[in-house]
């Protein structure tokens, strides 16, 4: 990923990512498409030496894929993030997306659809315990959203909700980091 140091000053931030996107054969239209995702449409003109370290940043993440966030505001970075390290003392933890994580720790996904009882038959073809609760929404054990999802897919059973509904990350993270230390 670009850090705000890679932007040469004089520049601005539409001809740096233009620059970037010939690199890769992406055509410069995409640049102010990117700049209006984060919100720099205003100052692509801009040089990059005139922006604030803030500005850089974003301008940086505008042709990125990947965004490192390390924070202890656990709630906040369960809102933004799909996949989650989790280091402790030095060594790694675990690594593993959100919901894998979230519904392994004793949650659930919960899934609503039309036909719940054929969808909870293909769940347990899948070898996935499913309870039908008296709303008739259905609580997928041991599962992440996606794996319900291609199974519901496969399945032909259109999904009206699927949400995962496990514990919070701080919860688990002061699990497993407890575990990690003992």
Do not use: C, W, Y
């Amino acid at each position: 990923m670009l850090e705000a140091t890679d932007f040469h000053p004089g520049r601005s931030g539409r001809d740096h990512l233009r620059m970037l996107g010939r690199a890769v054969d992406v055509p410069d239209s995409r640049a102010d498409e990117v700049l209006r995702l984060v919100e720099l449409g205003d100052a692509a003109h801009r040089r990059v030496k005139g922006s604030s370290l803030g500005m850089r940043q974003r301008l940086g993440l505008a042709e990125g894929r990947t965004v490192l966030v390390s924070s202890h505001v656990l709630a906040e970075v369960a809102q933004t993030v799909d996949q989650v390290l989790i280091i402790s003392r030095g060594r790694l933890v675990i690594e593993s997306s959100l919901a894998e994580l979230t519904a392994r720790d004793g949650g659930a996904v919960r899934v609503r659809s039309a036909n719940p009882e054929r969808l909870a038959a293909a769940l347990r073809d899948n070898d996935l315990p499913v309870t039908i609760g008296t709303d008739r929404v259905l609580l997928v054990q041991g599962a992440s959203s996606e794996q319900v999802g291609e199974i519901a897919f496969a399945a032909g059973v259109p999904v009206h909700e699927l949400l995962t509904d496990g514990g919070s990350l701080e919860e688990i993270f002061l699990e497993l980091t407890s575990q990690a230390s003992a």
